[in-house]
């Protein structure tokens, strides 16, 4: 089993900055690839971006690929999601996600744990 607890969501004008971490607890963590999800109110869950836990390669969702930057600490078991110039379209709870094994990064299908999400909110 793997826990996972987000934080640093909040309020923020845009084109400004969050930092998001994911704590992780349980089983080694080392051992899982980790993503992040967002879902604004009435739209389905959506891939932000993903790092793979063997040599730290990094995916993004194209609305957020120059902008967010996934990073992971393995010593402190957290991942991180910086993200810089937010739009009122980056609205939305955000989710981290841990995956052991096979399937894309990009669809929640492939993710076997989940935190409880954090609420970004950007205004314009």
């Known amino acids: 089993q793997v826990q996972l607890v987000e934080s640093g969501g909040g309020l923020v004008q845009a084109g400004g900055s969050l930092r998001l971490s994911c704590a992780a607890s349980?089983?080694?963590?080392?051992?899982?690839?980790m993503g992040w999800f967002r879902q604004a109110p009435g739209k389905e869950r959506e891939f932000v971006a993903a790092?793979?836990?063997?040599?730290?390669?990094?995916y993004y969702a194209d609305s957020v690929k120059g902008r967010f930057t996934i990073s992971r600490d393995n010593a402190k078991d957290t991942v991180y999601l910086q993200m810089n110039s937010l739009k009122p379209e980056d609205t939305a709870v955000y989710y981290c996600?841990?995956?052991?094994?096979?399937?894309?990064?990009?669809?929640?299908?492939?993710?076997?744990?989940w935190g409880q999400g954090t609420q970004v909110t950007v205004s314009s």
């Open positions: 996600a841990a995956k052991s094994g096979g399937g894309s990064y990009r669809y929640t299908s492939a993710y076997d744990y």
């Open positions: 349980g089983r080694t963590f080392s051992s899982y690839a």
């Open positions: 790092i793979r836990w063997s040599d730290s390669s990094t």
